[in-house]
């Protein structure tokens, strides 16, 4: 089992940064892939972004790339996503996951979850 815990949420204005960690426990996070997803009010679950297990290398939407980077600390068993340039669009509740095996953009697929962290952006 693997627990997944976010934090960084909160209100920022259009414009700014913020950066979500997912502080991982339960088992070495060097062997499992992670990813981020959102879901905005209304709307489907979103991938975000995913990093492999050693961390060398991301996958992003086309949309995503250039204002959110997804990292990871293994040392620590902890993800970041560093979000700039926020736009209200970008409002929603993320939420970070975790799978066996190679990264994947199809949420199902995903076999841990934390239970979110509210972002807010304000035009």
């Known amino acids: 089992q693997v627990q997944l815990v976010e934090s960084g949420g909160g209100l920022v204005q259009a414009g700014g940064s913020l950066r979500l960690s997912c502080a991982a426990s339960?088992?070495?996070?060097?062997?499992?892939?992670m990813g981020w997803f959102r879901q905005g009010p209304g709307k489907d679950r979103e991938f975000v972004a995913a990093i492999s297990r050693i961390g060398s290398t991301t996958r992003q939407p086309d949309s995503m790339k250039g204002r959110f980077t997804i990292s990871r600390d293994n040392a620590k068993n902890t993800m970041y996503l560093q979000m700039n340039g926020l736009k209200p669009e970008d409002t929603a509740v993320y939420y970070c996951?975790?799978?066996?095996?190679?990264?994947?953009?199809?949420?199902?697929?995903?076999?841990?979850w934390g239970r979110g962290t509210q972002v807010t952006v304000s035009s």
């Open positions: 339960g088992r070495t996070v060097s062997s499992i892939t």
């Open positions: 996951a975790a799978k066996e095996g190679g990264y994947s953009d199809y949420a199902p697929s995903y076999d841990y």
